[in-house]
């Protein structure tokens, strides 16, 4: 299928998954899918798209059928002007399951879109029956001390919601910023060149590097801001949920992921040693074995 973008490359080939275009309201946007029987959604992170989940959709397509959209402005998704927040997002994916007609499904998410997986279990936890968060703090968590050591190595956050500047640093010359996301990867000799340039490719359009530098600018960091005042506090989350982090991601503290008890009964912290921030890249194996296995207990009573 061809890619009418004229920087992002052609879509990768994967035994097994077959590609489609779903026009929603304002947006036509790529999906991948593989297997057979129940749903389940696959949400990217940044500054990925589908082909995040390569490793895992043979394991995954084997007893489910997979679902991995590219979000709005995301590899071969559209990229419009605007429609970069949490609202705007969240609707699209529930635009994409009333396309699909799926009713209800089985959700992984990582880095951004934990944060819209977080947002469907709240808000519409009808449409969610269990849930994978990968490398995102949980909504619950309170500000800590703890947190700040770490903090500094945020920095691109602001820099990338900067106008005029976040778009640049990830999209022109050698993208330095795109390219220093992938540091996180500590597989030993770093992310293949093949995969590295399928993520860097779109990013050379200028309404997709535009797109990362909104996301940050109206998803990323107001969302940061209303979890450590508090937004969640009284929040409830009935979803059974595994929050899976890799202890060799160097923005993540895992001493200060507790406390969730009161707001989440069903939630459970599950680690990855030497996994980074980018988990599926990096332990693609313990990612869908613990995905498995959590999908795959019998409902609380």
């Not at 590899?75 to 609202?87: E, H, M």
């Not at 279990?121 to 703890?146: G, M, N, Q, T």
């Not at 996180?184 to 340039?197: F, I, K, N, S």
Request: glycine share 8%.
């Amino acid at each position: 299928m061809k890619n009418t973008s004229h920087t992002a490359p052609e879509l990768p080939s994967l035994a097994g998954v077959e590609h489609r275009f779903i026009d929603l309201p304002g947006l036509r946007m790529h999906v991948a899918e593989a297997g057979t029987g129940e749903p389940v959604l696959l949400l990217h992170g940044f500054p990925q798209h589908w082909w995040e989940w390569r490793d895992v959709i043979p394991g995954l397509a084997e007893h489910y059928r997979v679902i991995a959209p590219d979000l709005r402005g995301a590899g071969w998704t559209d990229a419009p002007p605007d429609g970069y927040t949490k609202r705007r997002l969240t609707a699209d994916v529930v635009a994409l399951l009333d396309a699909l007609g799926v009713d209800r499904v089985r959700l992984v998410a990582h880095d951004f879109s934990a944060i819209i997986g977080f947002g469907l279990c709240l808000d519409r936890p009808e449409l969610v029956e269990r849930y994978v968060a990968l490398a995102v703090p949980h909504p619950f968590i309170r500000f800590d001390a703890r947190l700040l050591p770490s903090m500094w190595r945020l920095w691109f956050q602001p820099v990338m919601a900067t106008p005029g500047i976040g778009a640049r640093v990830v999209g022109r010359g050698r993208q330095p910023v795109a390219r220093y996301f992938f540091d996180y990867v500590v597989r030993p000799g770093g992310l293949p060149a093949d995969d590295l340039e399928l993520f860097l490719a779109p990013l050379r359009d200028p309404s997709r590097a535009e797109a990362g530098s909104l996301l940050y600018r109206h998803l990323i960091l107001p969302e940061v801001w209303h979890i450590l005042h508090g937004k969640y506090r009284d929040a409830q989350l009935d979803t059974p949920t595994l929050l899976m982090y890799g202890l060799a991601d160097p923005g993540i503290n895992p001493d200060v992921l507790g406390g969730f008890e009161h707001n989440a009964s069903h939630m459970e912290l599950g680690f990855i040693d030497d996994g980074s921030h980018y988990l599926v890249d990096d332990r693609p194996q313990e990612v869908l074995d613990r995905t498995l296995e959590f999908f795959a207990r019998p409902a609380a009573a």
